[in-house]
């Protein structure tokens, strides 16, 4: 059981950053690779980006990439987004999830935060 907790959104102007925090419970959480997703108003849920269990491995979601980077801290059971040049587009609520295999697929993550909003202003 893995519980995970979003924080670091937030109200932000474009071209600004934000950094995300997902924090998780358990002693299991190295055995899971991580990833973030988000939800824009009145559209689906999208990947956004996810890492591997050990960090060796990343993937990006192409709207992203460049501009946002996951990592890591197993010491400390938290992984964490940096988004950079951010755009009015990314307005969402993002949520970080984990799963036992490192995916771009929704379905393969079994636990979920509750999300944190973030909104980038033009």
């Keep these: 059981q893995v519980q995970l907790v979003e ?3 937030g109200l932000v102007q474009a071209a600004g950053s934000l950094r995300l925090s997902c924090a998780a419970s ?3 959480f190295p055995n899971y690779a991580m990833g973030w997703f988000r939800q824009a108003p009145g559209k689906e849920r999208e990947f ?3 890492i591997s269990w050990g960090g060796g491995i990343t993937y990006y979601a192409d709207s992203v990439k ?3 980077t996951i990592s890591r801290d197993n010491a400390k059971n938290t992984v964490f987004l940096q988004m950079n040049s951010l755009k009015p587009e990314d307005t969402a609520v993002y949520y970080c999830a984990a ?3 490192t995916s ?3 379905y393969e993550y079994r ?3 509750q999300g944190t909003q ?3 202003s033009s």
Excluded: C, I, L, M
């Design 7 to 9: 924080s670091g959104g």
């Design 111 to 113: 636990y979920w935060g």
């Design 48 to 50: 956004v980006a996810a």
């Design 104 to 106: 771009r697929a929704e």
């Design 99 to 101: 799963s036992s295999s």
């Design 66 to 68: 460049g501009r946002f």
């Design 26 to 28: 358990g002693r299991s």
């Design 118 to 120: 973030v909104t980038v």
